[in-house]
């Protein structure tokens, strides 16, 4: 059929020679770009314009091969919208014209055609085309190279863009075509091609994740081919075995243990290749090790050789871009290519945050991080035993103070950063004089090892904040913290981000403890405010929203503030509100409208007026970005809704005058309704902070904020969007008890949403737990008639989430709830009455006198009912410090 296909379309001449034309000036460098594409896109209208590209990549043998690739990507690029609409005798007829191409004698032409099967391929899968299967094992077991090369080049693009397609059994066989290429390409290991070796190794490697029954039982083969091409003369063999090693401990360490040693020892030994990108795959295999479930001691005896490889290269490679970074001037503008995208993350509430973990100052991942990455971890697994092969290298290094060895000094700088977690019980003893050693580095005269200085120090600042105590400590603090300031003033760049980013660990770990030094500390950021470039701009306003959180109230006075705030403002009235640059400085806000409180009312009108017009911009630019003159971006909606949740958090009541003569109500509604899920969790966060300061304000659409809340634990993709069910289970609880009966109507829908997320507790985060059991309670403490006919189903799975939950005023919430149900319903608590008293004794002290009786009462009652010896049975069953904790209330 494909050929008869083939014979019946032919191309048109003029057709031909038209198009022809346009890819010659396509590819010429000085034509109008624009133009060319227009008159392409108006071909692809006809239905065969794709023919016409597949005749020309295939069978143009006049015209320049450029013009015969150019065909080609344009024909990829064709099919991957229109394939699989394109009439079947089309489909076919590419089909057809591609495979004697991977024969072609120009190799372009080969490379050109394997990328186009392995597109139609991802799209369609091979089981459809038996012909390529055919053609692919017929050229491979040709012994003609050209035939050989342009079979495997395609076979390992499909294997590197859907290595799955080739795992699926042929209909009425239970044979995968991967049972058939496996072995020939484990024994093209053997090829004394280098590009067949090569590819053949990368294609199988593909398969380590998915792991086909063929490879499985291929196993031993292909550890042998491993080994014997551990040693192949081309680098980018070897660095594929270093992936392949790296693939398997991570995937399948089992394969490996046998040969473990033999595997470390060649590690080790291509650590140091004369390549580095060689060496750079096979430094990822420490790292991966340390994870890999496998005993620590392979690796101990190796390890005396291991550091010392590591160290040498952490130093800067002489063509590391970072030397030329650093010497860029900090007054030069940056450009928008240096500027990083910025992620925010939405507002959560409850007990799990996950913390960014940004301790790398520089992204481009090279051997240099990947060594240093790596002594962190080992230093993790091993700990203060490394230290005696570590430190000698570390000191004789440090030690040198010629103008030539200073990338030497800072590698070691940056090894005692990396192993400043790990070994820090050996350093501990030590960490004065190694403190006291890199306080005169922050003044070095290379810009590079005044940032990794910073960094270093910032690793310890945990422990230099604890030695405030002591007199010594207290002046290594305030050296530590100067050095820091004189740093974030430094004319170069990268060290003005390094500086900046070690300062705000620093305040995270000080907290109030900078509260007498918050003069000079705002004086230095604002001067590094008005002194940064865009891109180390935003670091600052990082730095500043640390610090607010740091010291909180203590910020709200009027000489902190005199010097805070004018500089910020001026910058809020200069962003537009299309600007990017907005949203640092709206997470800044933030920060300062929280630690400022009622403090922050001052500047409150401007702000809040400001996020809702960007929100109501965002929400018209969604639908229509030209009368909005915005493109929609989600980062303004979310950015917008959390500082009007840190406002609400700072004024408390005092925002209501702002909330009630504004639309906030239903653009935040809008918001809840949003599908973007990033928008809602931060819109349900906003919900629940108003619902505890301005309920009155939501009353007039409360039916369709709880609609919307419910909806959001009722969802099968809970577990996709686990941050937004959290934050509206949370609101839905800061209403119930705001608004009490009004919240009845959709009681029993939220029960009936919580009752299966606390069954299944395993299988969610430990927030939601919390919030679900927090707010049960909320709403049996409001509607316990509605509630407590139900409670037998749910009340041993939500005893045991509420024993879980720290002492605090949500926890006396729920308690209520619990003590107004077994009130409502005794009985309904008597099966997990072992679970109750557990929940009970997980308190260390109830505060509220009233709650604490009710306990008592609670658990007098069940003592009364229970007779015959079953109460004192059911104590029998509790663990002696339960027990204990329960004689406070009487029992």
Same mark, same amino acid.
């Given at each position: 059929?494909?050929?008869?296909?083939?014979?019946?379309?032919?191309?048109?001449?003029?057709?031909?020679?038209?198009?022809?034309?346009?890819?010659?000036?396509?590819?010429?460098?000085?034509?109008?770009?624009?133009?060319?594409?227009?008159?392409?896109?108006?071909?692809?209208?006809?239905?065969?314009?794709?023919?016409?590209?597949?005749?020309?990549?295939?069978?143009?043998?006049?015209?320049?091969?450029?013009?015969?690739?150019?065909?080609?990507?344009?024909?990829?690029?064709?099919?991957?919208?229109? !394939?699989?609409?394109?009439?079947?005798?089309?489909?076919?007829?590419?089909?057809?014209?591609?495979?004697?191409?991977?024969?072609?004698?120009?190799?372009?032409?080969?490379?050109?055609?394997?990328?186009?099967?392995?597109?139609?391929?991802?799209?369609?899968?091979?089981?459809?085309?038996?012909?390529?299967?055919?053609?692919?094992?017929?050229?491979?077991?040709?012994?003609?190279?050209?035939?050989?090369?342009?079979?495997?080049?395609?076979?390992?693009?499909? #294997?590197?863009?859907?290595?799955?397609?080739?795992?699926?059994?042929?209909?009425?066989?239970?044979?995968?075509?991967?049972?058939?290429?496996?072995?020939?390409?484990?024994?093209?290991?053997?090829?004394?091609?280098?590009?067949?070796?090569?590819?053949?190794?990368?294609?199988?490697?593909?398969?380590?994740?998915?792991?086909?029954?063929?490879?499985?039982?291929?196993? *031993?083969?292909?550890?042998?081919?491993?080994?014997?091409?551990?040693?192949?003369?081309?680098?980018?063999?070897?660095?594929?075995?270093?992936?392949?090693?790296?693939?398997?401990?991570?995937?399948?360490?089992?394969?490996?243990?046998?040969?473990?040693?033999?595997?470390?020892?060649?590690?080790?030994?291509?650590?140091?290749?004369?390549?580095?990108?060689?060496?750079?795959?096979?430094?990822?295999?420490?790292?991966?090790?340390?994870?890999?479930?496998?005993?620590?001691?392979?690796?101990?005896?190796?390890?005396?050789?291991?550091?010392?490889?590591?160290?040498?290269?952490?130093?800067?490679?002489?063509?590391?871009?970072?030397?030329?970074?650093?010497?860029?001037?900090?007054?030069?503008?940056?450009?928008?290519?240096?500027?990083?995208?910025?992620?925010?993350?939405?507002?959560?509430?409850?007990?799990?945050?996950?913390?960014?973990?940004?301790?790398?100052?520089?992204?481009?991942?090279?051997?240099?991080? #990947?060594?240093?990455?790596?002594?962190?971890?080992?230093?993790?697994?091993?700990?203060?035993?490394?230290?005696?092969?570590?430190?000698?290298?570390?000191?004789?290094?440090?030690?040198?103070?010629?103008?030539?060895?200073?990338?030497?000094?800072?590698?070691?700088?940056?090894?005692?950063?990396?192993?400043?977690?790990? #070994?820090?019980?050996?350093?501990?003893?030590?960490?004065?004089?190694?403190?006291?050693?890199?306080?005169?580095?922050? *003044?070095?005269?290379?810009?590079?090892?005044?940032?990794?200085?910073?960094?270093?120090?910032?690793?310890?600042?945990?422990?230099?904040?604890?030695?405030?105590?002591?007199?010594?400590?207290?002046?290594?603090?305030?050296?530590?913290?100067?050095?820091?300031?004189?740093?974030?003033?430094?004319?170069?760049?990268?060290?003005?981000?390094?500086?900046?980013?070690?300062?705000?660990?620093?305040?995270?770990?000080?907290?109030?403890?900078?509260?007498?030094?918050?003069?000079?500390?705002?004086?230095?950021?604002?001067?590094?405010?008005?002194?940064?470039?865009?891109?180390?701009?935003?670091?600052?306003?990082?730095?500043?929203?640390?610090?607010?959180?740091?010291?909180?109230?203590?910020?709200?006075?009027?000489?902190?503030?005199?010097?805070?705030?004018?500089?910020?403002?001026?910058?809020?009235?200069?962003?537009?509100?299309? *600007?990017?640059?907005?949203?640092?400085?709206?997470?800044?806000?933030?920060?300062?409208?929280?630690?400022?409180?009622?403090?922050?009312?001052?500047?409150?009108?401007?702000?809040?007026?400001?996020?809702?017009?960007?929100?109501?911009?965002?929400?018209?630019?969604?639908?229509?970005?030209?009368?909005?003159?915005?493109?929609?971006?989600?980062?303004?909606?979310?950015?917008?809704?959390?500082?009007?949740?840190?406002?609400?958090?700072?004024?408390?009541?005092?925002?209501?005058?702002?909330?009630?003569?504004?639309?906030?109500?239903?653009?935040?509604?809008?918001?809840?309704?949003?599908?973007?899920?990033?928008?809602?969790?931060?819109?349900?966060?906003?919900?629940?902070?108003?619902?505890?300061?301005?309920?009155?304000?939501?009353?007039?659409?409360?039916?369709?904020?709880?609609?919307?809340?419910?909806?959001?634990?009722?969802?099968?993709?809970?577990?996709?969007?686990?941050?937004?069910?959290?934050?509206?289970?949370?609101?839905?609880?800061?209403?119930?008890?705001?608004?009490?009966?009004?919240?009845?109507?959709?009681?029993?829908?939220?029960?009936? #949403?919580?009752?299966?997320?606390?069954?299944?507790?395993?299988?969610?985060?430990?927030?939601?737990?919390?919030?679900?059991?927090?707010?049960?309670?909320?709403?049996?403490?409001?509607?316990?008639?509605?509630?407590?006919?139900?409670?037998?189903?749910?009340?041993?799975?939500?005893?045991?989430?509420?024993?879980?939950?720290?002492?605090?005023?949500?926890?006396?919430?729920?308690?209520?709830?619990?003590?107004?149900?077994?009130?409502?319903?005794?009985?309904?608590?008597?099966?997990?009455?072992? !679970?109750?008293?557990?929940?009970?004794?997980?308190?260390?002290?109830?505060?509220?006198?009233?709650?604490?009786?009710?306990?008592?009462?609670?658990?007098?009652?069940?003592?009364?009912?229970?007779?015959?010896?079953?109460?004192?049975?059911?104590?029998?069953?509790?663990?002696?410090?339960?027990?204990?904790?329960?004689?406070?209330?009487?029992?």
């Amino acid at each position: 059929m494909a050929a008869a296909a083939a014979a019946a379309w032919q191309p048109q001449e003029a057709g031909f020679k038209e198009i022809c034309g346009l890819l010659e000036q396509q590819i010429s460098p000085s034509s109008d770009k624009s133009q060319i594409w227009q008159q392409l896109q108006h071909y692809s209208q006809f239905p065969d314009f794709n023919n016409y590209l597949a005749f020309i990549l295939a069978r143009a043998e006049g015209k320049p091969v450029e013009v015969r690739q150019a065909a080609g990507l344009l024909l990829k690029n064709n099919l991957k919208t229109a !394939f699989k609409s394109m009439p079947v005798t089309n489909q076919e007829y590419i089909k057809a014209e591609l495979l004697p191409c991977l024969g072609s004698a120009d190799r372009q032409i080969r490379s050109t055609s394997g990328t186009i099967i392995s597109a139609i391929v991802e799209l369609g899968g091979v089981l459809g085309w038996p012909e390529l299967l055919h053609t692919l094992v017929k050229c491979l077991d040709s012994t003609d190279l050209t035939h050989m090369e342009g079979a495997m080049d395609a076979l390992s693009k499909i #294997c590197e863009d859907a290595p799955q397609v080739l795992d699926v059994e042929s209909p009425g066989s239970s044979e995968r075509p991967v049972d058939i290429f496996i072995p020939r390409l484990l024994q093209l290991f053997q090829s004394p091609h280098v590009s067949l070796r090569k590819l053949a190794l990368g294609s199988v490697n593909q398969f380590i994740l998915l792991m086909p029954p063929v490879l499985f039982m291929s196993m *031993d083969t292909y550890l042998q081919g491993l080994f014997v091409l551990a040693n192949d003369p081309s680098s980018e063999v070897r660095k594929l075995v270093c992936s392949a090693f790296v693939q398997l401990i991570e995937v399948r360490p089992s394969f490996l243990e046998p040969h473990l040693r033999n595997v470390i020892e060649y590690m080790l030994q291509v650590n140091n290749d004369p390549d580095e990108e060689v060496s750079l795959e096979a430094c990822e295999f420490w790292s991966v090790f340390c994870e890999a479930p496998l005993p620590p001691d392979n690796l101990r005896p190796f390890l005396p050789r291991l550091i010392p490889v590591l160290l040498s290269n952490m130093a800067y490679a002489d063509d590391d871009e970072s030397l030329l970074d650093a010497e860029e001037d900090g007054s030069l503008p940056d450009r928008d290519q240096d500027l990083k995208p910025h992620f925010h993350s939405s507002r959560f509430h409850g007990s799990d945050d996950a913390e960014d973990d940004d301790d790398d100052i520089v992204n481009i991942w090279n051997l240099r991080k #990947c060594s240093a990455a790596a002594l962190d971890m080992i230093s993790n697994v091993f700990g203060d035993e490394i230290l005696p092969t570590l430190m000698p290298f570390v000191q004789s290094k440090l030690n040198v103070s010629d103008v030539a060895s200073w990338k030497e000094r800072e590698a070691a700088v940056l090894a005692l950063g990396a192993v400043a977690e790990g #070994c820090i019980n050996g350093l501990y003893p030590h960490l004065s004089d190694i403190v006291a050693f890199l306080i005169p580095l922050l *003044d070095d005269k290379f810009p590079l090892i005044r940032s990794i200085s910073c960094w270093t120090l910032s690793r310890f600042s945990k422990y230099i904040v604890q030695g405030i105590g002591h007199q010594k400590g207290h002046e290594q603090f305030e050296k530590v913290l100067t050095g820091f300031l004189r740093r974030i003033l430094d004319d170069n760049k990268r060290v003005q981000e390094a500086a900046c980013s070690a300062f705000a660990i620093l305040e995270e770990e000080a907290a109030d403890l900078l509260s007498p030094r918050l003069e000079i500390i705002l004086q230095h950021l604002m001067c590094a405010f008005g002194k940064y470039q865009r891109r180390n701009l935003r670091i600052v306003y990082d730095a500043i929203g640390t610090l607010a959180d740091a010291v909180g109230g203590e910020l709200n006075q009027p000489k902190y503030l005199e010097i805070l705030m004018p500089p910020l403002i001026a910058k809020w009235q200069q962003l537009s509100n299309s *600007d990017k640059d907005l949203f640092p400085l709206l997470e800044c806000f933030t920060s300062i409208a929280q630690a400022l409180g009622s403090g922050f009312a001052q500047f409150a009108q401007p702000v809040f007026q400001r996020c809702l017009d960007i929100i109501q911009s965002q929400q018209l630019a969604k639908v229509d970005p030209v009368a909005a003159g915005v493109q929609f971006d989600k980062e303004f909606v979310v950015c917008s809704l959390d500082l009007l949740s840190g406002l609400t958090e700072g004024l408390g009541s005092g925002i209501e005058s702002l909330v009630s003569q504004s639309n906030l109500r239903d653009l935040l509604l809008q918001c809840c309704l949003d599908d973007g899920s990033d928008i809602r969790q931060s819109a349900f966060a906003l919900l629940g902070d108003l619902a505890r300061v301005c309920p009155i304000h939501l009353r007039p659409r409360l039916p369709e904020f709880l609609d919307v809340a419910a909806k959001q634990l009722n969802t099968p993709k809970l577990k996709e969007t686990i941050s937004v069910a959290n934050n509206a289970c949370w609101a839905i609880g800061e209403l119930a008890i705001k608004v009490n009966q009004e919240i009845s109507p959709v009681v029993m829908t939220v029960i009936s #949403c919580l009752v299966p997320i606390l069954q299944h507790a395993e299988g969610f985060n430990k927030s939601l737990i919390e919030n679900s059991a927090i707010t049960l309670g909320r709403l049996a403490s409001v509607c316990p008639e509605l509630v407590s006919p139900h409670m037998e189903h749910f009340m041993q799975s939500w005893c045991i989430a509420l024993s879980m939950i720290r002492d605090d005023i949500e926890k006396e919430d729920a308690f209520r709830g619990l003590c107004a149900m077994v009130k409502a319903n005794p009985s309904g608590a008597l099966s997990s009455l072992v !679970f109750l008293c557990r929940a009970i004794a997980s308190w260390h002290e109830i505060r509220s006198e009233e709650l604490h009786n009710e306990v008592s009462q609670v658990l007098l009652g069940y003592k009364q009912m229970l007779k015959n010896g079953a109460w004192e049975q059911c104590m029998s069953a509790l663990e002696p410090p339960v027990k204990e904790r329960l004689s406070k209330y009487n029992v």
